[in-house]
Nanobody, 115 residues
Framework: QVQLVESGGGLVQPGGSLRLSCAAS????????MGWYRQAPEKQRELVAL???????SYVDSVKGRFTISRDNARNMLYLQMNSLKAEDTAVYYC?????????WGQGTQVTVSS
């Protein structure tokens, strides 16, 4: 099972930017879909963005135009560039690897958007 470790979270003011990283223990080249999810306090975990092995992406409407997901298959890394952050983006962000027969999760990284 691939192990995932997120980093890059923190406290940022509204309008600011953060870049989240997810390091995978194994090769991600064969993993068809990887994604970022988030969970705010007292809310269900929700999908933020997905990226396929070939680079196709999709985003939840609330982050379109502000967030960019990318992956570096050679370095076994997944990224989420977050710009124009809003208070409602505050959540724990999780990295996910969907191998079809198995879904792996990281431990999460906290993102807090506040003045």
């Amino acid at each position: 099972q691939v192990q995932l470790v997120e980093s890059g979270g923190g406290l940022v003011q509204p309008g600011g930017s953060l870049r989240l990283s997810c390091a995978a223990s194994g090769r991600i080249l064969s993993i068809n879909v990887m994604g970022w999810y988030r969970q705010a306090p007292e809310k269900q975990r929700e999908l933020v963005a997905l990226i396929t092995r070939t680079g196709s992406t999709s985003y939840v409407d609330s982050v379109k135009g502000r967030f960019t997901i990318s992956r570096d298959n050679a370095r076994n890394m997944l990224y989420l560039q977050m710009n124009s952050l809003k208070a409602e983006d505050t959540a724990v962000y999780y990295c996910n690897a969907d191998e079809g027969f198995r879904s792996s999760w990281g431990q999460g990284t906290q993102v807090t958007v506040s003045s």
